[in-house]
């Protein structure tokens, strides 16, 4: 039903900076939590940071103060701004939404950090 896609990623140097953006279709109700995850090869898809309809945020650890998660309802969109970027943050991200208690996710886009 919900179909996610997400954009922005890319190739970066250490150091620098990524915006990543998602868009939401085919949304007939409210959509409630958003987030973004990221996978790694070879290892689990991780929470990055997640945001409440009222704007309420969560951070993994590894993200926190460096990070910013946003989100424009009108426009069914939520955002991660990324600074000072480490070689450990390269993983494919993931947008999620929650809609009515089902979770949808995006084909996810590739972050590349280079040392």
């Known amino acids: 039903q919900v179909q996610l896609v997400e954009s922005g990623g890319g190739l970066v140097q250490a150091g620098g900076s990524l915006s990543l953006s998602c868009s939401a279709s085919?949304?007939?109700?409210?959509?409630?939590?958003m987030g973004w995850y990221r996978q790694a090869p070879g290892k689990q898809r991780e929470l990055v940071a997640r945001?409440?309809?009222?704007?309420?945020?969560n951070y993994a650890d590894s993200v926190k103060g460096r990070s910013t998660i946003s989100r424009d309802n009108a426009k069914n969109t939520v955002y991660l701004q990324m600074n000072s970027l480490k070689p450990e943050d390269t993983a494919v991200y993931y947008c999620?939404?929650?809609?009515?208690?089902?979770?949808?996710w995006g084909q996810g886009t590739q972050v590349t950090v280079s040392s």
């Open positions: 085919r949304v007939i109700f409210r959509i409630d939590t």
């Open positions: 999620n939404a929650n809609v009515r208690g089902m979770n949808y």
């Open positions: 945001i409440s309809t009222v704007g309420s945020t």
